[in-house]
């Protein structure tokens, strides 16, 4: 026998008694069939933290804990006003050189941008990746029930664009945000799924963090120190 | 109602005051009193040991003694829980099973008992103290009992309730864990002492008077000011 | 009371002991938690419901585990189909020998772990380390605790047992930094150290905070991004997995995630929660060209097998339990000698590496239920340490212990004998004072600390007595 199969057989006898339901021992829970267990998603949508009501409550939800997140979010009235914010803060970052993928919103703001460009498109080094100021990347989908950025590696531009440089400015359309985290994972099941799934999806909220030392949070533990989105 | 009392060990040897005042509040609220003088330990000690052979020897006259009262009020959560929540559990699948459970339905904690089965929370008594309450955590997560305590204590007359800090942690009595875990024990207990101390209480007011041998006996090391008392003692008072 | 002591139990007592009188500790430990507590509490009050929210979980979890064959299965299934490489391992030395094995196939020197329990647990770095490898760990208070020689004080805050000057001590020593007590300045310094470390290594070893069956997806929690940095630039990846993680579906996570940030650290979500379905695939820029899943029984099986503690391996290792145990405040976490610390490592630990070795943990509680009341995928932790204690006893009665609650209970049932004691005590008990806080005190564990009670002149029995024949 196979160490595989070893196991699978110690899982199938473990499991001809079965478990009492969770909650047994305080009143909540009953004894069913496993197809009656409460659907996770369906929870999800009910008990999570209330997201608002529409569109406006939902960006309200979504700036309201980006400030707590020390995310900056920038409203831009049009892709030109988006492309002038982010000239505005590559001058006043002192940006050298920065790091983008080819992309329908992206490619522009860079273009527009006086700068040395990486594009990771076909493959980069990560040396130089590692030296440039700023990371640009597309996105799937803005959370507002957890001020959350939800990217793949295609709309991300790789693995690492948007978290090995020290900045990372998200660019992103009004339309992208959705209010609650199951219609977030709907969203990306609707775009993949059943089976043409990136090798890398990942839910941002904040830049990069620690809170090992003492329990003070310090910003750009190994990731970005800075995390910007600016909403066309 | 005839109430079947049931006095653990220690509030019969250390704390008869406690078991005299219930039988004086349940008495002017027109109840009749049996005292089962047979019965002395739930088993909760070698139950919590492990030792559920013996704890089922001692929990046998509980359930015999016990199977015709009409309700049995107990003036601890932890003995309380013992025979609520885990009679069921100790006896399951043995032959006092249906005896175990139907007991368990009947038992009530003594602050429970006044506010959820009576409907009462004014005793007319007075005691003109400033207090801290402390949830005995059998009580507390066993029973359910966060609420009833503190709506009989908001009635007595001139009382005033100081919450402290964490009120809802242990103070680390735990039974046996008391002495196996020694040290451990004690630092829980200190921290308790300390939030208790805080407060600026004069009196520590718990349900559970085997959590207050515990934080007595640390209060009195420490020779801090702050007296415990249990909640029957305080409705008790006139 | 027990018979033969075991090393861990001595161990236990003998740091527990020295770490309960540690003043320092104490409040270090209480403030740190005390933060939490406002955090998480008040996070958790913006769900619309958790406790409605923690009943789905736990069934989720529930469900996922009576089916946890089929789940492994269809995880493969979808995980080969992308071109990761699935290993299955039953004990700790099988998995250490297929993760050196897939190392020496690279000839690989340099490897970046993110926080991985699972090798804490098969002990991987030492062996790493004797074998010669350059083994680092990225996590920031893991990579404290390996330049400190020590294992994580709590697995979700590993070193929040440490000062900010004991920290610059270990930097100055082992980096021959300047020293600074600025926790910024000191997290930049480890971030400077690490970052040329990712883009150095050969591999990248991570752990995984959910199996996702549907789709043959890991998911990983973090908030620094050492974890996406180790799965995205090393050319080969290797993650280390309980078989127990599994969660059916995707869709599952939009539950998880958001429960296992609001009870592990009271945030909204963590900073990063990344889903990885495979190695970089034909059309993808970067990520690695190898993906390896090793999948680690080590006694989960056992586990399994109870069906009354089966729901621990509910366990999405939040770390709440530990946040409000009391115990853990106390004897800190590294008196424990455990992987898991806290009310979840009590309950486990026994399972994983033996009862009666362990055994000592379970009762190490004074099952106050702190830990299960706030668990957010509702496992009966305090319960368990009770049925550890039960099942102890069942395997192996202890002969003094027997004896002690053979005469408790021959004592309880003869209530004229049990009022006749009384009345001893209270005869006897003002000799206490010649013995007391000396050794020959019989209720030295009592008194060491403690006032003891005294017996009251008349009990409630007496009492009753001259009532009725009033």
Redo the contacts between chains.
């Keep these: 026998m ?3 199969e ?3 057989t ?6 001809k ?7 047994h ?2 009143g ?2 009953k004894t069913h069939a ?1 197809s009656e ?8 949508k ?5 997201p608002g009501a529409d569109s406006a409550e939902w960006l309200a939800q979504f700036e309201k ?1 980006s400030a707590e ?1 020390k995310t900056t979010v920038h409203i831009c009235a049009s892709e030109a006003d988006a492309h002038a914010k982010l000239r505005e803060i590559a001058v006043a970052d002192g940006w050298k050189s920065v790091a983008a ?1 080819q992309h329908p919103l992206v490619s522009p703001a860079v273009a527009a941008l006086p700068l040395p460009l990486l594009d ?5 080094d ?2 130089a990746m ?1 030296k440039c100021d700023v990371g640009i990347t597309a996105c799937d989908a803005l959370v507002a ?4 950025i939800f990217l793949t ?2 709309t991300g ?4 664009l948007s ?2 440089p020290p900045h990372h400015v998200v660019i992103a359309h009004r339309e992208q945000l959705v209010p ?3 219609s ?3 969203l ?2 609707r775009i993949y ?3 043409n ?20 949070l ?1 910003l ?5 120190r800075k995390l910007t989105v600016l909403l066309v | 109602m005839k109430i079947s009392l049931f006095v653990p060990c220690y509030i019969d040897a250390i704390y008869p005051k406690v078991a005299i005042s219930m039988v004086r509040i349940l008495e002017k609220l027109g109840h009749t009193i049996e005292f089962p003088e047979e019965l002395t330990c739930c088993g909760q000690p070698p139950f919590n040991s492990g030792y559920w052979d013996d704890a089922r020897k001692s929990a046998r006259p509980v359930l015999e003694r016990l199977k015709d009262a009409e309700v049995v009020v107990i003036g601890s959560g932890s003995c309380g829980a013992m025979m609520k929540v885990f009679y069921p559990e100790l006896f399951a699948g043995q032959p006092e099973e249906a005896a175990a459970k139907t007991l368990a339905a009947k038992t009530w904690e003594f602050t429970d008992f006044l506010v959820t089965k009576l409907g009462v929370t004014d005793l007319g008594a007075s005691f003109p103290h400033k207090v801290t309450f402390h949830d005995g955590c059998h009580g507390l997560r066993e029973l359910k009992t966060k609420q009833q305590p503190r709506d009989l204590l908001a009635k007595v007359r001139g009382l005033e309730l100081v919450e402290m800090k964490e009120a809802e942690t242990c103070c680390g009595f735990g039974g046996t864990f008391a002495t196996k875990y020694a040290s451990v024990s004690t630092a829980m207990g200190e921290v308790k002492c300390a939030s208790a101390a805080e407060t600026g209480a004069d009196f520590i007011v718990s349900a559970d008077s085997s959590c207050l041998l515990h934080v007595q006996g640390l209060l009195g090391r420490q020779q801090r000011p702050i007296k415990t008392i249990h909640i029957a003692e305080v409705l008790a008072s006139e | 009371m027990s018979e033969t002591i075991a090393a861990p139990r001595a161990q236990f007592f003998q740091d527990a002991d020295r770490i309960t009188h540690d003043l320092e500790h104490r409040r ?1 430990i209480q403030a ?1 938690m005390g ?2 507590y406002i955090s998480r509490y008040s996070r958790q009050a ?8 923690r ?9 996922a ?5 089929k789940h ?2 269809n995880f493969e299934r979808n995980a080969t ?2 071109g990761t490489q699935v290993h ?3 004990t700790s030395e ?1 998995a250490r020998a297929v993760i050196v094995d897939i190392i020496r196939r690279h000839n690989a020197r340099r490897i970046v772990k993110s926080k991985v329990m699972t090798s804490e647990e098969i002990h991987l770095n030492q062996l790493l380390v004797e074998l010669g490898y350059d083994v680092i760990e ?4 893991e990579y ?1 605790q390996q330049l400190k020689g020590e294992p994580p004080y709590h697995f979700v ?4 047992h ?3 000057e004991e ?1 610059s001590d270990l930097f100055e020593n082992h980096l021959g930094t300047a020293q600074t007590h600025d ?2 300045e ?3 310094i ?2 400077r150290v ?2 040329q470390k ?2 150095d290594a050969d591999i990248g070893i991570t752990g995984a905070n959910f199996v996702v069956a549907d ?1 043959g ?1 890991i998911s990983i929690t973090e ?4 974890a ?2 180790t ?3 090393p050319r080969v990846m290797i993650t280390l997995v309980g ?1 127990e993680k599994v ?1 059916p ?10 429960m296992l940030a609001t009870a592990g ?1 009271g ?15 034909p059309d ?4 690695p060209v190898e993906w390896h899943v090793v ?1 680690l ?1 080590n006694n989960r ?1 056992t586990l ?2 109870d ?2 503690q ?2 621990a391996l ?1 366990c999405i290792r939040c770390g709440a339990c530990l946040n409000v145990c009391p115990i853990f405040k106390n004897v800190g976490g590294l008196s424990y000698g455990t992987t898991y610390q806290g009310p979840i490592g009590s309950v486990i630990t026994p399972h994983f590496r033996g009862l009666q070795d362990w055994k000592h943990l379970s009762g190490a509680s004074s099952l106050c239920g702190a830990c ?1 009341e706030t668990c957010p ?2 496992i ?1 932790l305090h ?1 368990h340490l009770l049925h550890n204690r039960r099942n102890a006893v069942e395997e192996k009665r202890g002969f003094l212990e027997g004896m002690l609650w053979r005469g408790f209970t021959f004592l309880m049932n003869r209530p004229k004998l049990f009022s006749l004691s009384i009345k001893m005590g209270r005869i006897f008990q003002p000799l206490h004072a010649l013995v007391k806080d000396t050794f020959l005190d019989p209720a030295r564990a009592w008194t060491k600390s403690r006032e003891l009670p005294e017996i009251a002149h008349e009990s409630f029995r007496d009492y009753w007595k001259r009532r009725q024949t009033k």
């Design positions: 196979t160490e595989r070893k196991i699978f110690r899982i199938r006898d473990a499991l008694t079965q478990a009492p339901m969770p909650g021992h305080d909540a829970g496993i267990a409460r659907n996770a998603i369906a929870g999800a009910q008990w999570l933290p209330d804990l997140l993928h990771t498109t076909n493959g980069y990560a040396n590692a029930q957890t001020g959350s590696n295609r531009g790789g693995r690492a978290v090995l609650d985290l199951p977030a994972f709907e990306m099941t799924g059943p089976a799934w990136p090798s890398m999806s990942t839910l941002i909220t904040g830049p990069s963090r620690t809170g090992d030392i003492e329990r003070i310090v750009g533990a190994h990731g970005p | 270090r740190a933060k939490y913006l769900f619309r419901d958790w406790q409605e929210a009943q789905t979980a736990a069934e989720t979890k529930w469900a585990l009576n089916e946890l064959d492994l299965e189909a992308r299955w391992t039953s099988q990225s996590d920031l208070g404290i805050f590993p070193c929040m440490l000062s900010r920290i926790p910024e000191l997290t930049m480890a971030r690490l970052r990712y883009i789709t997806m908030n620094e991004g050492n996406r940095l799965a995205a630039l078989i969660l579906k995707f869709s599952d996570l939009a539950l998880f995630l958001p650290t945030q909204p979500l963590t900073g990063y929660n990344t889903m990885y379905a495979g190695p970089r695939q993808e820029t970067d990520g999948f029984d099986t399994l097998a069906p009354q089966r729901d509910h299960t995928v509702k009966d319960h």
